[in-house]
């Protein structure tokens, strides 16, 4: 339903409203699919005595479909921003643009981190060194703080006006 009332269902010519809510809804729908991953991901990886094997298993089926999920993330992401900045004859209104300048950092910082899991970390990880199972849990929980961050930001992106008045 919030895709229904979002800046970017609103923005643009009415005939594609229907296209820009459910390109809306994808976008916060993977969103959800990642940061969801990741919290049911934390007390898996939290240390504790644990089967190595299970958790290289566990983790590979994370990267997996969150690879796919920051695909579509990004994808939609990048169109309700095209769609919502490119629907005005007015400017841009400074703070939301740094609001969403702010939110790509972050979101830029989470896959900077996801692929260090996913190149670096979870290899190290299945030959068992010791540093990979210490490291990962750090990953991920900055990942999920990222995440939060950007729920935050997000909630004052929906209260500002995208165009100045």
């Known amino acids: 339903l919030v895709a229904l009332a979002s800046h970017a269902a609103a923005a643009g010519a009415p005939g594609l409203r229907a296209l820009r809510t459910a390109n809306d809804a994808v976008h916060l729908l993977a969103a959800g699919f990642w940061v969801g991953g990741l919290a049911v991901l934390v007390p898996e990886i939290v240390p504790r005595v644990r089967d190595a094997g299970q958790l290289v298993a566990l983790l590979r089926l994370f990267s997996r479909w969150g690879t796919a999920s920051v695909a579509v993330l990004v994808l939609a992401g990048t169109l309700d921003a095209v769609a919502i900045l490119s629907s005005a004859d007015m400017g841009w209104s400074g703070a939301y643009i740094g609001l969403l300048a702010t939110k790509i950092v972050l979101a830029a910082v989470m896959i900077a981190l996801a692929l260090t899991n996913r190149l670096a970390v979870l290899p ?42």
């Not at 490291?135 to 929906?158: D, H, M, Q, S, W």
């Open 124 to 165: 190290a990880l299945a030959r068992g060194e010791k540093e990979a199972a210490e490291t990962i849990p750090l990953t991920v929980l900055a990942e999920l703080g990222g995440a939060l961050a950007i729920l935050v930001i997000v909630g004052f992106l929906g209260l500002t006006a995208p165009m100045r008045m």
